[in-house]
């Protein structure tokens, strides 16, 4: 479910996550809902779950972070939420510490009014709702400090080499375990993960190998790998200071190896092409992936042949640009009409 009403600008500094994560998170066990500006029983931002809100700034990751606690409302339903997304891996995995984002000082307060402002209008232009999303960003931990500090910059660059355009990757947050492995590990075996809010507007199907950097008209405001089963959303690089807000900070000890792990973390079932030569894979992808996707698998290929990439690594971009739903379904259509 969707944002329909977005938080007014009487909200202080310290209610606006709250107020938004208390009542998302308790009605539906999930993070995105209708928010009601009325609801007055949603307890405050100034306020922890039991009463010891505790600040702490934390040198080692920047300024204006407050630590939640074990028995914080909000601490323990991002935990859950987290676990849950995680699947097998979750039982693998050390919640070291979550921090919220206060948003300190003119400069942030003005980051969040800013947000506020392009909600409202985004939710004027597209009928009521802005479409706001919880969602996931990973990356090091000096470039998530950055980003809370100072927003989304020379910092904030796409993952999966552009694969889907310019733009910031984030992951719904029903899928922390996507945004998992395109993290990194810093010396301590710690990963960081951002949860932001992002409203997304109309959004648009953006295919593997595109070279957008804005929305294809006026008609859409950000874009998605999948228009029904969405993994990844793409904020374009103009709107990723207003159209997202970093709330929340998670550091995580996981195995230093996420291999074997999928979506909510089951076991993948590695799509190779020892029955299927590559050049017939390509062909029969063709079928069902626009031209600019087989173009950017065929380019994969030609750099396999070149020993620009390893064969392993061949793999492991088809398997990401065609998804492997796709791939095990072509190569078991192979194998059938072989036998």
Not at 4 to 31: F, H, I, M
Not at 275 to 290: G, N, Q
């Amino acid at each position: 479910m969707n944002y329909s009403v977005l938080a007014s600008n009487s909200l202080t500094k310290n209610t606006l996550d709250s107020r938004l994560t208390q009542q998302t998170y308790t009605r539906n066990s999930g993070l995105d809902t209708t928010y009601d500006e009325d609801d007055d029983s949603i307890i405050s931002d100034c306020e922890s779950a039991n009463s010891r809100p505790a600040f702490d700034p934390s040198p080692s990751l920047g300024e204006g972070l407050i630590s939640l606690h074990e028995g914080d409302k909000v601490y323990d339903i991002i935990k859950r939420r987290l676990i849950l997304g995680l699947g097998a891996l979750g039982r693998q995995t050390e919640l070291v510490a979550i921090q919220r984002n206060s948003f300190p000082g003119f400069t942030g307060q003005a980051r969040i009014q800013s947000f506020q402002i392009f909600a409202k209008a985004l939710a004027t232009k597209c009928g009521g709702d802005a479409n706001v999303k919880y969602a996931w960003y990973s990356s090091t931990k000096d470039e998530i400090c950055k980003i809370t500090q100072h927003g989304f910059g020379c910092y904030g660059k796409p993952n999966n080499n552009g694969l889907y355009g310019s733009g910031i990757y984030l992951f719904p947050d029903d899928s922390p375990m996507e945004c998992l492995k395109n993290s990194d590990v810093d010396k301590d075996g710690v990963r960081y993960m951002l949860l932001c809010r992002v409203m997304l507007g109309k959004v648009e199907a953006v295919h593997p190998g595109s070279d957008q950097s804005h929305p294809s008209s006026t008609e859409f405001d950000s874009g998605v790998d999948n228009l029904k089963v969405p993994k990844r959303y793409i904020v374009w690089t103009s709107n990723m200071n207003t159209h997202i807000l970093p709330e929340y900070i998670i550091s995580l000890k996981a195995p230093s190896s996420l291999k074997g792990f999928g979506r909510a973390g089951e076991s993948l079932r590695m799509p190779t092409s020892p029955w299927m030569p590559f050049p017939i894979l390509i062909s029969a992808l063709s079928k069902f992936l626009p031209a600019p996707t087989i173009a950017l698998i065929s380019k994969q290929h030609r750099d396999h042949r070149e020993n620009k990439i390893s064969r392993r690594e061949l793999i492991q971009r088809v398997r990401q640009i065609a998804g492997d739903q796709l791939l095990i379904a072509v190569i078991k259509s192979y194998r059938a009409k072989r036998l």
